[in-house]
């Protein structure tokens, strides 16, 4: 007899297809091999004394502060811990009962419908300002077209251009300068139908940049202002373009200034549902979400949000996370930006594995290479 412990992280389905398990019982399996930790905060004390009651009589169970039971608060925090199978047999429970569980029942009915992407869109990046703060990402017309190139032949989907520094402290720049810096690029692409080899995209919030970006080829917005601007969700609507709605709070200026939130992911998956809502009303079809790695948040912020990023999948929208040589890294491991390749892959990698299926990137190759050897290994 041999005894193996297998991963956490294999494709239950395919082992026990392999095993010969029959066709229904491969679902039932399948779904008791994965596991869920969901945090629930604000609970109504007595829907956690009747979820918890439910949970343990299937087998799950709900972790919930002292008192729960006897009512010491009127509200508590609590985590339920649970199989795909059991929160199956939950999410139908509750709909039954009272103080709020049906909301919940909705919630867990989401959950169960999340699906994380099996390719990885890679977007590499193109400066045309002289301020980024990594600087092997700057070019000029010539240049650029010549790294546009390079990242063609090394495996890119997308190329994100701008023409704007948005690091923190960054200057601001007038429409008409912005697009004096990418113009040249712009028609460059257009003229040699670039963009019949790989996707553009405008990194700006400017829709007088935008729309000649629309004009010469391009197929994405990239706004870090998360479409605030009603121009730029008319735009993305009137030429059918993917559009990159991004959290950001404050300012380039000023958002690195004690950043603060009451839940960092309660908050942020607010402001991108009401965003999402907003590009809708307006017509936009095709959107990404992007969390904001680094624009108006900690360290810790940051990590949270890789960590946990599966939480924004009940979204329903695919999402870009962004890491790529950002100064976090520095703060983890005191590295000057010529020297972060190695933090940005360890962080994008574990940001696909939690459901990202875009990530932008200063380092294509590199990238195009980790993420083949990661799906691989998940394939086992």
Do not use: W
């Not at 979820?51 to 010491?72: E, H, M, N, W």
């Not at 045309?128 to 790294?147: G, I, L, M, Q, W």
């Not at 023409?163 to 300068?177: L, Q, T």
């Not at 459901?355 to 990137?361: D, K, T």
């Amino acid at each position: 007899m041999q005894i193996e412990k297998l991963s956490n992280q294999i494709d239950a389905k395919r082992y026990l297809k392999e095993l010969g398990v029959d066709g229904g019982g491969v679902n039932i399996l399948a779904s008791k091999a994965s596991s869920h930790i969901i945090y629930i905060r604000d609970l109504h004390v007595g829907a956690a004394n009747i979820l918890k009651q439910d949970a343990l009589s299937i087998g799950a169970d709900l972790a919930v502060p002292k008192g729960t039971i006897i009512a010491a608060t009127p509200t508590v925090n609590c985590i339920l811990i649970a199989t795909t199978a059991q929160l199956k047999t939950l999410s139908k429970k509750e709909l039954a009962q009272p103080f709020g569980l049906k909301i919940l029942a909705k919630k867990l009915e989401d959950i169960l419908k999340i699906k994380k992407s099996k390719t990885v869109e890679v977007m590499g990046v193109i400066n045309a300002n002289d301020d980024s703060f990594f600087s092997a990402s700057r070019f000029v017309n010539t240049e650029a077209v010549d790294a546009i190139q390079k990242m063609i032949e090394e495996g890119a989907d997308i190329i994100d251009i701008g023409g704007v520094s948005s690091a923190p402290n960054a200057k601001s720049v007038d429409a008409k300068e912005e697009l004096a810096r990418v113009k040249p690029i712009l028609e460059t692409i257009k003229a040699q139908k670039l963009y019949e080899r790989v996707d553009f995209s405008i990194d700006s919030y400017e829709p007088l940049v935008i729309e000649h970006a629309l004009n010469s080829g391009f197929k994405i917005v990239n706004d870090i202002t998360g479409l605030a601007n009603d121009e730029i969700c008319k735009l993305s609507a009137s030429y059918n373009a993917r559009a990159i709605i991004m959290h950001m709070q404050g300012k380039p200026q000023t958002m690195q200034i004690e950043p603060k939130y009451e839940n960092i992911l309660s908050d942020v998956y607010t402001f991108l549902e009401q965003r999402i809502q907003k590009a809708e009303s307006f017509g936009v079809k095709d959107i990404t979400l992007d969390i904001g790695i680094g624009f108006g948040k900690t360290i810790g912020h940051n990590l949270e949000l890789i960590k946990h990023l599966e939480h924004f999948l009940t979204l329903k929208k695919s999402l870009l996370v962004g890491v790529s040589r950002k100064s976090m890294i520095d703060k983890l491991s005191a590295s000057l930006p010529k020297d972060r390749l190695p933090g940005t892959l360890a962080l994008h990698l574990e940001a696909i594995r939690n459901g990202a299926s875009m990530i932008r990137v200063h380092d294509v190759k590199e990238h195009v290479q980790a993420i083949k050897i990661q799906q691989a290994l998940d394939a086992i």
